[in-house]
C-alpha cells in the first residue's frame, strides 16, 4: 500500500482514542474548559453511565461566533497565546478535546459571549460539523455529548457497566471541584439524587469545607492542615490524621497547580511521610496541593494531562514528606496534651476534690458491717478493694515526669499493661508494642548516625541458591 495522508475525521478518531477513553474522560475535558472559560458555576448532567448523554453548562465568558466555528477544530485553541508550551496557566492547551468528541460521538455546543447580540449553536456529528446558527442563551456555554463512540463501536465494548462509567464520571468531577472551592458545582442524573456543591471562599477555611463536602465529615473532623515551602514550591491541604485510613492509595488526591494528577512520585512521598504512623497495608487519607512556577513543571506528558513532570523532583518530594511530618508531629503533640484532659473532663465532677482529699473517705468507699447497703454499696461489692497497691496523690509526684509525653509509670496489670499517669489524664501502654517501638527508633537512629553497620565473617560462608 502505498503512504498516505490520514483524512482529518479518521486523525480526529486516532487522537480521540487517546484523549477520550471513557465517559469520564468527557466530563473532564468538558469541565476543565468550563474552569478555564473563569465559569464560577459548573453543572454536570449524565446519563446511561454518561454514553447516552453528557451535558455541562457553565456561566463562564462564551465563545464569540467566529470562535466557536474554530474551537471544533483539531488544535484550535485560545489558550496558547506566545506558543510556549512551558507557560502553562490553564487546564487546557493541545486544542484536542472538542474536534475528538465531535469525532466520536454527536457533540453540540451553544454558547453566548459578552460581544455577541445573541447565543450561537453549532453540531458535530461523527466529525461531520453543521454551519453555526443563531440560538438561545442567556450567557456562558452549554454542551451536549450524545451517543458517545456511536462512530467507534469498538470502543464501545470496553466500556464497563453504566454504574462503574457514572462513578468514574463522580470521581473525576470530585476532583476537580476539590481543586476549586470558589467554583459552585452541581452533578445530577445517573437516578441518583443530584448533588451540589456551594462555592466556598478561596484559601484554607474553603478549601476544608469544599473537602468535607466530599470525602465527609470523618475526614473533614481529622484533618491536618499542612504547609511547606521553599526555593518557590509550596506544598499545601490537608492530610488526615493516621486514625483515619483506607484499605487503598484511592483518598490520596493530589494537585499541581491546580491539576488533578496521578503522580507516583507524590504517592511515595506521601507513603514514605506516613511509614511510622500506620501499618503496611493502610493508607492515609490526603489532599495535597503542590503550587510551583509553570516553567517548573511538564503538564505536557499525557494527552488525558492527568500526569506531570518535575525539573525538580528531588525538592517536591522533600517537601511533600516534610510538610506531612510536620503536621503529623503536630499533631501528635496536640492530641497528647488534649485529648486525654478533654476526655477526662466530660467525667470530672463539677467541684474537684479538695488537695488532702482521700479515696477512703469516698461516698463510694465500700463500708461493711451493720450499714444499710446503698447502690454504690452494692456496685462497689462487685470488687475487693482490699489495700490499695499503688496510692499515689498528685501532689507526690514529680512535676517532670507527668510532663513527659507517656505520663509517669505507675502500676502494671497482667505483666502486660503499663499504668501511667499524666497532668490531668492516664494512659495505659502495651509494654510489648512500646518495646518494639523503642527498638525501633534505635535502630532508625543509628541508622541515621552510622549508617548500616556491618562486620565481615572471619571465616566465609558459603550460601547455595537456586
Ligand atoms: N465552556 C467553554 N467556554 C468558553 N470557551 C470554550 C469552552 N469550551 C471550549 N472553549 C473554547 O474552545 C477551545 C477549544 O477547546 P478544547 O478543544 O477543549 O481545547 P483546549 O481546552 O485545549 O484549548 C478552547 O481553547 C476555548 O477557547
Ligand atoms: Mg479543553
Known sequence: MPVRQLPETIVNRIAAGEVVE????VVKELVENAIDAGASRIDIFSDGGGRRKIVIADDGSGMTAADLALAVDRHATSKLDDEDLLQIRTLGFRGEALPSIGAVARLSITTRHATEPHAWSLRVEGGDKTPIAP????QGTRVEVADLFF???ARLKFLKTDRTEAEAIREVVRRLAMARPDVAFTLAGEERAPVTWAAALPGAPGQLIRLG???????RANAIEVRAEREGVIVEGFAAAPSLTKANALGQYLFVNGRPVRDKLILGAVRAAYSDYLPRDRHPVVALFVTLDAREVDANVHPAKTEVRFRNSGLVRALIVHALKDGLAREGRRTAANSASSVISTFRPASMPPANWDWRSSPSYPVGGSAAPSFTERAQAAFDVGAPSADIRPTEVTPDLLDRPLGAARTQIHETYIVSQTRDGLIVIDQHAAHER????RLKASLDANGVQRQILLIPDIVEMD
Open 151 to 153: 462512530a467507534t463501536p
Open 213 to 219: 463536602d466530599i470525602l465527609g465529615a470523618d475526614f
Open 438 to 441: 523503642i527498638v525501633y527508633e
Open 135 to 138: 440560538a438561545a442563551l442567556t
Open 22 to 25: 471513557r465517559p469520564a474522560s
